[in-house]
């Protein structure tokens, strides 16, 4: 057994290379022609029947409405039924067929089998659902005082794209499945709107700054059209926006430098933990976010209920 892994540790990389050389171009020239194909003759949304969850502001706001213009019919899942309904007249207005509205968290198992259930029982189907609701944490770990307010948040930050990879392993071409993995997006979490230190949810544009420093924010309805476009079109995988992908490359090849300008813009000058001091922070408030962020993260208004 030592013997095959000592061979296998010399000869792998060297045949891994020669192999990517011979199988890339092909692969590659095969998937430009699949997708050139799949943009031209995306799936037709009419009557189709879509779960949202998330879908009271924000990414899952603008993807109900750009499911809507295309003729899908809705099931709007969040813990804002006032503005669910209010995200639900403006569907109709853009001229989904049907629309319902669900209040619930998608925290709890039980509703998130109500919602579904729901939905079937309704429209008799169920052909997408759009797992799109989220929370964002801020703040350096040295600075949590209990871990397990956070314990919901790691598990899904760390197991949710893996759990995807094999569940599209299991299931083949019976269902699809697209991970988008968005870049800074206008939404209540680039606001400002944060899962903080003691478990609670804030609203904190001093963090937010920090977080951010001088990153664009790409609109909310650029991001939602480009994620019902890569869904029509049967994509493995979507990045918005499309630049943000660099920093996955990055991270896998240069993971040293990555770690060093983290350090240097977003750690507190004095090297504690506190963001509020961060190079980054100073950068935004100094002219940054008005040429990079919408507008609308000018306001700490947040929907609520």
Request: glycine share 8%; proline share 5%; with cysteine.
């Amino acid at each position: 057994m030592d013997l095959v892994n000592g061979a296998l540790n010399w000869a792998a990389m060297p045949a891994m290379v020669a192999a990517l050389l011979l199988f890339y171009p092909p692969y590659y020239l095969f998937k430009l022609c699949y997708s050139f194909l799949s943009y031209l003759f995306p799936d037709d949304l009419k009557r189709k029947v879509v779960l949202i969850t998330g879908a009271s502001s924000g990414i899952g706001e603008q993807l109900a409405y750009q499911y809507a213009a295309k003729g899908a019919c809705l099931a709007l899942v969040a813990r804002k039924e006032w503005s669910l309904r209010q995200v639900a007249d403006r569907a109709f207005d853009l001229g989904a067929p049907d629309v319902i509205i669900l209040p619930g968290d998608v925290a709890d198992p039980d509703d998130c089998n109500r919602f579904v259930q729901a939905t079937v029982d309704h429209y008799g189907r169920l052909d997408h659902l759009v797992c799109n609701a989220g929370i964002a944490s801020v703040g350096a770990f040295q600075e949590i005082p209990d871990v397990t307010n956070y314990s919901s948040q790691l598990a899904a930050n760390a197991a949710l794209i893996n759990f995807f990879e094999t569940l599209r392993s299991e299931l083949g071409s019976e269902v699809g499945i697209t991970i988008v993995t968005p870049g800074w997006i206008e939404s209540e979490m680039s606001k400002g709107k944060f899962l903080k230190e003691h478990g609670g949810v804030e609203v904190d544009q001093e963090y937010r700054d920090a977080q951010i420093g001088l990153f664009p924010v790409e609109y909310a309805k650029n991001c939602a059209r480009a994620m019902v476009q890569a869904a029509r079109q049967g994509d493995r995988y979507l990045t918005v926006p499309s630049w943000f992908g660099t920093m996955y490359l990055w991270r896998v090849f240069a993971p040293e430098v990555v770690e060093f300008c983290y350090r240097l813009l977003y750690m507190h000058r004095h090297g504690g933990g506190d963001q509020t001091d961060a190079p980054s922070k100073t950068m935004a408030q100094g002219g940054g976010k008005q040429m990079l962020y919408p507008s609308s993260l000018r306001s700490s208004d947040v929907k609520s209920d």
